[in-house]
T-cell receptor, first 116, second 111 residues
Framework: DAGVIQSPRHEVTEMGQEVTLRCKPISGHNSLFWYRQTMMRGLELLIYFNNNVPIDDSGMPEDRFSAKMPNASFSTLKIQPSEPRDSAVYFC??????????????FGDGTRLSIL | QQPVQSPQAVILREGEDAVINCSSSKALYSVHWYRQKHGEAPVFLMILLKGGEQKGHDKISASFNEKKQQSSLYLTASQLSYSGTYFCGTDLTGTASKLTFGTGTRLQVTL
């Protein structure tokens, strides 16, 4: 079975540009999570969706960050305008069920983002 | 509040045992353990629910002491493939959705 698919795997862009990260969750999973990982702050939850609806976006650092989930098989995380401090690895994860505590989150391979 | 993991790093020879601890300042509903190899995604190991349970598969097991708000991961007879960074994710809400991940423990297994 295909896991969580993220694209692009690597992104290098200049400060001020718009960045769009994409995620396809595991088929049948109805919870989706966006994380950011840096050396300084570790793995941080940015936002998560249940059944395509954003539930908690308290981890989104600024208004420059936005996330959408237009359907059950696709989500985007957008940064506009991007800044060097946004450089990090961004992971998407998905999970079966929205309240089943026995179900783990499955992570994609991540997008390594570098803002110059 | 980010849980604290200890030790921060450990080096083992193949066949040796290790214990990784995860402590929270808040009450926990569950603890989720992951291993991440360099440049790769975190990979799920196991979930422990409140009730003081203990779980294990192969030579990796874990315990959860809800009164002490801490969990421990036990690696016995370590193998080279166990190398990586181990993270605990703590669930403060009971939904296992909003996980707060620990600082990580870097484990290196050598010959």
């Amino acid at each position: 079975d295909a896991g969580v698919i993220q694209s692009p795997r690597h992104e290098v862009t200049e400060m001020g540009q718009e960045v769009t990260l994409r995620c396809k969750p595991i088929s049948g999973h109805n919870s989706l999570f966006w994380y950011r990982q840096t050396m300084m702050r570790g793995l941080e939850l940015l936002i998560y969706f249940n059944n395509n609806v954003p539930i908690d976006d308290s981890g989104m650092p600024e208004d420059r960050f936005s996330a959408k989930m237009p359907n059950a098989s696709f989500s985007t995380l957008k940064i506009q305008p991007s800044e060097p401090r946004d450089s990090a690895v961004y992971f998407c994860a998905s999970r079966l069920g929205d309240r089943d505590v026995n179900q783990p989150q499955h992570f994609g391979d991540g997008t390594r983002l570098s803002i110059l | 509040q980010q849980p604290v993991q200890s030790p921060q790093a450990v080096i083992l020879r193949e066949g040796e045992d290790a214990v990784i601890n995860c402590s929270s300042s808040k009450a926990l509903y569950s603890v989720h353990w992951y291993r991440q190899k360099h440049g790769e995604a975190p990979v799920f190991l196991m979930i422990l629910l409140k009730g003081g349970e203990q779980k294990g598969h192969d030579k990796i097991s874990a315990s959860f002491n809800e009164k002490k708000q801490q969990s421990s991961l036990y690696l016995t007879a370590s193998q080279l493939s166990y190398s990586g960074t181990y993270f605990c994710g703590t669930d403060l809400t009971g939904t296992a959705s909003k996980l707060t991940f620990g600082t990580g423990t870097r484990l290196q297994v050598t010959l």
